[in-house]
C-alpha cells in the first residue's frame, strides 16, 4: 500500500457567478467538484465512469468568493457491487476542512482493479450518517420544482448529474420554506438565508434528455433555528422515483454568519406543515 493513498482529485476557486443569495458557494457547485473527483479517482484505479447510488455530505466551513480550494480523495470501502469513496474538501490557503462526503458507486471490478482500490484505502473518520425515520408516502408533500431534463443533465452512467440534480432540489428548498414565510423578500429585509450543513442524497432511476421531472417537498423536523426537508423527484412520465434528498438547514443570520432563531410566528406555521415520520 502506498505510503499516502490520498489522491489530489480536484483544485480550483470559487467563481462568482457559483455564489447564491447567502454570498457563499451554491450547494450544486460543491456536487460539480465531488462529481469530477469521482471521475479524478475511477481514472486512476483504471475504471470508467460510474452511476451514484448515493452521497453523505456534511458542510461544516463555508466558502466565498474567490476562495481556492482543493479536493482529497480516497477509498473507504470496497464493495462486492460497487466502491464508496471520501471525499473531504478543503480551503487551500489555510488547510481547513469544509466538507466531507461518503460517496457510493456502482460499479463491477475485476481482481486487478480490486487490488487497486484497496492501496487507496484510507481512515475516515468524518461524521457518520445517521438512518431517521422517514414519511412512508408522500402524502403531506408540495409540489415545489418542475421541469424537464435536458441532454446537459444527463451524464455518463444515464442519471441525472450530482449539480443538475441538486440545482433542482434547491430550487425545491426555496418554495418548500416560503410555504411558511421564509419568502425571498422576508430573507432581503431581515438579511437572513437558509444555510445548509448536511445532505442525504440517494439516486433510484436514471433519466433520458426530455424526460419531466417534478420534486415534491415537505418538513420534517423544525428546532429553533434549524429545519430538516424531504424531497422527492419523480419521473412524470414513469411515475418512477429519480431521486431523493434528505436536506437539513439553519435560519442564518448574514451579517453574523451564525444560526439565527426562527421567529415566533414563522415557527409556529412551519409545524403546521411538519409531515409524520412514524
Not at 444515464?158 to 430550487?171: E, Q, T, V, Y
Amino acid at each position: 500500500m502506498p505510503s499516502d493513498p490520498w489522491l489530489e482529485s480536484y483544485r480550483g476557486i470559487v467563481f462568482r457567478w457559483e455564489v447564491d443569495h447567502n454570498d457563499h458557494l451554491t450547494v450544486a457547485y460543491y456536487l460539480a467538484r465531488f462529481g469530477d473527483a469521482a471521475l479524478t479517482v475511477l481514472h486512476a484505479l483504471g475504471l470508467p465512469p460510474a452511476a451514484t447510488l448515493d452521497c453523505y455530505i456534511h458542510y461544516s466551513r463555508e466558502l466565498r468568493v474567490g476562495d481556492l480550494m482543493h479536493v482529497m480523495s480516497g477509498v473507504i470501502a470496497v464493495e462486492p457491487d460497487g466502491l464508496r469513496l471520501g471525499h473531504r474538501l478543503l480551503e487551500s490557503t489555510e488547510g481547513a476542512l469544509c466538507t466531507t462526503v461518503e460517496h457510493r458507486l456502482a460499479v463491477t471490478l475485476t481482481p486487478e482493479q480490486r487490488r487497486a482500490a484497496e492501496a487507496h484505502r484510507v481512515t475516515w473518520d468524518a461524521p457518520a450518517r445517521q438512518a431517521r425515520p422517514r414519511p412512508r408516502t408522500l402524502d403531506g408533500f408540495r409540489d415545489t420544482a418542475r421541469d424537464a431534463a435536458r441532454l446537459s443533465d444527463v451524464d455518463a452512467a444515464g442519471r441525472l448529474a450530482l449539480s443538475s440534480a441538486i440545482h433542482r432540489f434547491s430550487a425545491a428548498n426555496g418554495h418548500a420554506i416560503a410555504a411558511f414565510g421564509l419568502t425571498p423578500r422576508y430573507m432581503r429585509e431581515a438579511n437572513r438565508g437558509f444555510s445548509t450543513f448536511e445532505f442525504q442524497l440517494d439516486f433510484e432511476g436514471g433519466v433520458r434528455p426530455g424526460d419531466p421531472l417534478v420534486v415534491r417537498s415537505a418538513l420534517t423536523h423544525v428546532g429553533n433555528s434549524s429545519m430538516r426537508i424531504l424531497h422527492v423527484m419523480t419521473n412524470e412520465r414513469s411515475g418512477e422515483r429519480v431521486a431523493s434528498l434528505e436536506q437539513s438547514g439553519v435560519h442564518l443570520d448574514l451579517d453574523a454568519r451564525r444560526p439565527a432563531p426562527l421567529p415566533a410566528d414563522l415557527r409556529d406555521r412551519a409545524l403546521t406543515l411538519l409531515v409524520s415520520t412514524a
